[in-house]
């Protein structure tokens, strides 16, 4: 899915200057937990957050993050934006909640980080111990 397409469905905004609006992200994920966003994710995928430190930033940079959605209407510090500009990732906002904004996007189609296998696998053998 294009970024242009992730703005239509989500109707955000860009909160970056320069966004190549035909950027492609792969799949989707929406985490407040940074540490999650590490274990799980993978590259070129669009992370939906409520966060907007810079430390947002820094983890998508490590988990190769494509770029980032805003939620709930917050908009980053001018910090956030500047480090953002710096890693080359774009930042869009969406004035839905993480549910609605991640529940748009995938009625659109794109799909999630891939983590419903080895979620279920763990969720079975707790439960059926």
Known sequence: MRLRDVLEAIEGKPVSQQI??????QMG??????SDVL???HAD?????????PQVVRTADMAGIRAIVF???????????ALAAEKGIPLLASK??????????FQRGLPSCGLFES???RWEEYFQR
């Open 45 to 53: 995928t669009l992370l939906m957050t409520g966060l907007t430190n």
């Open 71 to 81: 939620v709930r209407g917050k908009l980053p510090p001018a910090e956030t934006i």
């Open 119 to 121: 979620s279920l696998h």
């Open 20 to 25: 190549d609006l035909e950027t492609e992200v």
């Open 29 to 34: 994920c929406g985490a407040d937990l940074m």
């Open 96 to 105: 839905y909640t993480l549910f609605e904004t991640c529940g748009r996007l």
């Open 39 to 41: 274990a799980f994710t």
